[in-house]
């Protein structure tokens, strides 16, 4: 049972244009929620998170929008730059403290 | 300020065996997460241990069992393995029980026969 769904595996995008990451949760005590970039070899590291009080949070090229009543959010990156390309996990948790549920990812390319 | 580090990087087991993985802390952190991670999947959490006390599990069996020590590395060990838990297994640390603060260290991969 899939709590956390990233249902596109792959996405191309052309260097300096918009890159839209969609994620889908079907738990509704999940009230927090993070997106991690992963490249090969490497561990995932913390990109921005956002909790359910609000609808968006941004840092820098990163926005993050959560829809609740949808319960969808997605990763915008403006403008996408060959360096972003990597596979994004979105995370979600239901309190601060509660595990931490993961989606499959999404690889992400930036074309030059 | 040394990342976190985990040993080995790979490792080939049979199956029925027993595997202990390690994760060293980054500097100054007192928790360490677990994950699992199998081929084309997010990772799933295990377990976290905070300050030497398991703070949380997620749906693993009992045969995966973990250890923090005073330094606040970590031990995950895995008895009687099965040809699914071939997966990377992944720590992270951080200070507090924020996941926001947590930092991974770049796994080791597990193949079981």
């Known amino acids: 049972d899939q709590q956390v769904k990233q249902n596109s595996p792959s996405l191309s995008v052309q260097e300096g244009r918009i890159s839209i990451l969609n994620c889908d949760y079907t738990?509704?005590?999940?009230?927090?929620f993070l997106w991690y970039k992963k490249y090969p070899a490497e561990g995932p590291t913390f990109l921005i998170s956002?909790?359910?009080?609000?609808d968006k949070n941004e840092d820098g090229r990163f926005t993050v929008f959560l829809n609740k009543s949808a319960k969808h959010l997605s990763l915008h990156i403006v403008p996408s730059q060959p360096g972003d390309s990597a596979v994004y996990f979105c995370?979600?948790?239901?309190?601060?403290?509660?595990?931490?549920?993961f989606g499959k990812g999404i690889t992400l390319s930036v074309r030059p | 300020e040394t990342g976190v580090t985990q040993s080995p990087t790979h490792l080939i087991k049979t199956r029925g065996q027993q595997v202990t993985l390690r994760c060293s802390s980054q500097?100054?952190?007192?928790?360490v997460s677990w994950y699992q991670q199998a081929l084309g999947q997010g990772p799933q959490f295990i377990f976290q241990?905070?300050?030497?006390?398991?703070?949380g599990r997620g749906n693993f069996p009992p045969r995966f069992s973990g250890l923090q020590f005073p330094n606040y590395s970590s031990e995950l060990n895995v008895n009687a393995l099965e040809l699914d838990d071939s997966a990377l297994y992944l720590c992270?640390?951080?200070f507090g029980t924020g996941w926001e603060t947590q930092y991974f260290g770049p796994g080791t991969r597990l193949l079981v026969l």
């Open positions: 992270a640390s951080s």
């Open positions: 738990n509704s005590m999940f009230d927090y």
């Open positions: 956002i909790s359910s009080i609000k």
């Open positions: 995370a979600a948790s239901a309190g601060a403290n509660s595990k931490l549920t």
């Open positions: 500097s100054g952190h007192n928790t």
């Open positions: 241990y905070y300050r030497e006390e398991e703070n």
